[in-house]
């Protein structure tokens, strides 16, 4: 499986973005797919996550202002991000996999490149 994110891009604070990962391979309806994020000079924090029969997982980061959905007809996988924070720069990257543990980066198998989400105050 091959992943792309896009739709990063800069924002202001209190905007919306929407990002994309987009899968190749017929099996993506079976993985779950797990949104986390990188600041510079901070590890590597998860997101969300969606399971393979849509069941979600947020991170704190997430909550109340962040949603996922998937269409399987496109291999794709949406983060919503509305009321952005100037703490939600950092680049955004999807995963796939089979976790146990949703959270857990190194339970992902595959990893998209990335995509640099910019909040400015």
């Known amino acids: 499986v091959q992943l792309q994110a896009s739709g990063g891009g800069l924002v202001q604070a209190g905007g919306s973005l929407r990002l994309s990962c987009e899968a190749s391979?017929?099996?993506?309806?079976?993985?779950?797919v797990g949104w986390f994020r990188q600041a510079p000079g901070k590890e590597r924090e998860f997101v969300l996550a969606?399971?393979?029969?849509?069941?979600?997982w947020y991170g704190d980061s997430a909550k109340g202002r962040f949603t996922i959905a998937r269409d399987n007809a496109k291999n794709t996988v949406y983060l919503q991000m509305n009321r952005l924070k100037p703490d939600d720069t950092a680049v955004y990257y999807c995963?796939?996999?089979?976790?146990?543990?949703?959270?857990?980066?190194?339970?992902?198998?595959?990893w998209g490149q990335g995509t640099l989400v910019t909040v400015s105050s």
């Open positions: 995963a796939a996999g089979a976790p146990s543990m949703m959270a857990a980066a190194l339970e992902y198998d595959y």
């Open positions: 391979g017929r099996t993506f309806s079976s993985y779950t």
């Open positions: 969606i399971s393979s029969t849509d069941g979600t």
